[in-house]
């Protein structure tokens, strides 16, 4: 087993910045790779963006794309997400994953391990 938390979520207004981070614990952290996935009120998660186990590799999902950046720090086992430029509809609570495979992926069902998620409202 996988253990993922998450922090750094919080009430932020519209154009600001939020940092988001995932300590991982229980299993080799480079031999995966790690996303965040989010989910608002009466909507299916979705893939927001994922890293290499290298961190070489990432994806972001197109609503995301500039404004986002994630990261890895293997010898602190922790994953970040810089949020920027945020808007409304970026509220919802974001949750870190891992996946047993080194590439990463924007299919949510493919994640092995999730976090309890944090959450990130942004006023308009």
């Known amino acids: 087993q996988m253990q993922l938390v998450e922090s750094g979520g919080g009430l932020v207004q519209a154009g600001g910045s939020l940092r988001l981070f995932c300590a991982a614990s229980?299993?080799?952290?480079?031999?995966?790779?790690m996303g965040w996935c989010r989910q608002a009120p009466g909507t299916e998660r979705e893939f927001v963006a994922a890293?290499?186990?290298?961190?070489?590799?990432?994806l972001y999902t197109n609503s995301v794309e500039g404004r986002f950046t994630i990261s890895r720090d293997s010898a602190e086992n922790t994953v970040h997400l810089q949020m920027s430029s945020l808007k409304p509809e970026d509220t919802a609570v974001y949750y870190c994953?891992?996946?047993?495979?080194?590439?990463?992926?924007?299919?949510?069902?493919?994640?092995?391990?999730w976090g309890q998620g944090t959450q990130v409202t942004v006023s308009s």
């Open positions: 890293i290499s186990w290298s961190g070489g590799s990432t």
């Open positions: 229980g299993r080799t952290f480079n031999n995966y790779a």
């Open positions: 994953a891992a996946r047993r495979f080194t590439q990463p992926t924007m299919e949510t069902y493919r994640y092995d391990y």
